[in-house]
C-alpha cells in the first residue's frame, strides 16, 4: 500500500506542477522516476510517450498509467492515474467558480502568457533531451528526419507515423543483425 501511495503522491505533483500537457511533464517524468527512484529508465518512457499518443486518451494521464502499471501492476496504474488527474481537476474546479473574474482581468491574461512562454521552454528541454536519447546513429537519425518531415510538413497522422516508424525500425534490427551474424560466421 505504501508504495501505491508515494506512486499517487508523485503522479499528483507531477500533474499539479506541469502545465501545457504531456510534453512538459516529461522533464519531471525523468527527474523523479528516472534519477531519483529509477522506476522507469528515459527509454520506458519514451516508449511509453509514443504509445500514449497512438492510444486514446490524454498522453499524460496514458503515461502514468503505463509507469503505475510497471511498478504495481493495476492498482499501480489506478493510483498514479488518478494522482495524475486529481490536481486538474481541483484546479479546474477551483477556475471554473472565478473564470468570469479572470476572463476580462489583465494581470491574468499576463500571468497565462508567461506561463506559456515557460511551457515552451520546458517542451524545448523536453525534445532535446528525448532526441539524445532517441537517435544514436545514422538509422535512427534518418527514422526521425523521416518521422518529423512526414508529421510536421506533410501532416501524416501521428499513429501512422509511430506505427511505420515501428515497423522500420524492426526491419532495420533484424537486418542489422543478421549482417552482423555473417560477419562473424566470416570472420571465424
Known amino acids: 500500500m505504501k508504495e501505491l501511495l508515494t506512486l499517487f503522491g508523485l503522479f499528483f505533483k507531477i500533474g499539479i506542477m506541469t502545465f501545457g500537457g504531456g510534453y512538459a511533464m516529461l522533464p519531471m517524468l525523468e527527474r523523479e522516476l528516472v534519477t531519483k527512484r529509477q522506476y522507469v529508465t528515459m527509454e520506458e518512457i519514451m516508449d511509453y510517450f509514443a504509445v500514449g499518443q497512438c492510444t486514446p486518451g490524454i498522453i499524460a494521464v496514458n503515461t502514468a498509467t503505463f509507469i503505475g502499471f510497471k511498478r504495481k501492476g493495476i492498482m499501480g496504474g489506478i493510483f498514479a492515474t488518478i494522482g495524475v488527474v486529481t490536481p486538474s481537476v481541483l484546479i479546474i474546479t477551483a477556475l471554473a467558480s472565478v473564470l468570469e473574474l479572470l476572463a476580462g482581468n489583465e494581470i491574468a491574461a499576463n500571468a497565462f502568457a508567461g506561463i506559456s512562454v515557460a511551457v515552451c521552454a520546458l ?9 539524445k536519447s532517441g537517435i544514436k546513429d545514422a538509422f535512427t537519425l534518418g527514422i526521425a528526419l523521416a518521422a518529423f518531415v512526414a508529421s510536421f510538413l506533410l501532416g501524416v497522422s501521428p499513429i501512422i507515423v509511430i506505427l511505420v516508424t515501428a515497423v522500420v525500425g524492426v526491419i532495420i534490427k533484424r537486418v542489422y543483425e543478421k549482417l552482423t551474424s555473417e560477419k562473424k560466421e566470416d570472420a571465424e
Open 123 to 131: 517542451i524545448v528541454q523536453a525534445i532535446l533531451k528525448l532526441i
